[in-house]
């Protein structure tokens, strides 16, 4: 079965950083296109960033360009995002998900999502 | 960036009445690269529908999605007591947007 967990998600200041993980069981992690996305409180879904299998292609939301970073091991199936210079806008649940694999494209649709961890943005 | 608007905003429905939900984008979707989304309250968001009109895993037979172009609907036949949720499209044709949502309520 599909599970994937997020972690490192807390309170933090405006101007500051926070660095949130995903993690995977049951499917070839090193495979799969994999991607952030957020939500906050009483809000709607907001891509925030993809990582294709290989790490060649990434792509940012405008939102976030200059200030988050996407990385991934595949030797460790794990999905990270480092998030600096945190505004009071970007605090949101935020969902690590999986896209495609196989030559589909980065940018695709997600068929699991992990529970969520939560960001808040406030002095 | 293409800009999906959904509609209605909520919809007030009975159990076993049918729900019709729109999504229009402000440009035309490349290869029809649209999904629908489910979300609970309270949970994670489920994929129920990709390129437009294919059912994702397990997803019952009620759901079905079409459209192309720049005008889509999901459409749940009838209604059961789990389907009232929040919906949302997402179109991954160029970079990867969301709708705003639509919410499907109890009458």
């Known amino acids: 079965e599909v599970q994937l967990v997020e972690s490192g998600g807390g309170l933090v200041q405006p101007g500051g950083s926070l660095r949130l993980s995903c993690g995977d069981s049951?499917?070839?992690?090193?495979?799969?296109?994999m991607n952030w996305v957020r939500q906050a409180p009483g809000k709607g879904l907001e891509w925030v960033s993809s990582?294709?299998?290989?790490?060649?292609?990434?792509y940012y939301a405008d939102s976030v360009k200059g200030r988050f970073t996407i990385s991934r091991d595949n030797a460790k199936n794990s999905l990270d995002l480092q998030m600096n210079s945190l505004r009071a806008e970007d605090t949101a649940v935020y969902y690590c998900?999986?896209?495609?694999?196989?030559?589909?494209?980065?940018?695709?649709?997600?068929?699991?999502w992990g529970q969520g961890t939560v960001v808040t943005v406030s002095s | 960036e293409i800009v999906l608007t959904q509609s209605p905003g909520t919809l007030s429905l009975s159990p076993g009445e049918r729900a019709t939900l729109s999504c229009r984008a402000s440009q035309s979707v490349s290869s029809s690269y649209l999904a629908w989304y489910q979300q609970k309250p309270g949970q994670v968001p489920r994929l129920l529908i990709y390129?437009?009109?294919s059912r994702a895993t397990g997803i019952p037979d009620r759901f079905s999605g079409s459209g192309s172009g720049t005008d889509f609907t999901l459409t749940i036949s009838r209604l059961e007591p789990e389907d009232f949720a929040v919906y949302y499209c997402?179109?991954?044709?160029?970079?990867?947007?969301f709708g705003g949502g639509t919410k499907v309520e109890i009458k």
């Open positions: 049951g499917f070839s992690f090193s495979s799969y296109t």
């Open positions: 998900a999986r896209g495609g694999s196989g030559g589909t494209p980065v940018l695709y649709y997600f068929d699991y």
């Open positions: 990582i294709s299998s290989s790490t060649r292609y990434i």
């Open positions: 390129g437009a009109s």
């Open positions: 997402q179109q991954y044709g160029s970079s990867l947007t």
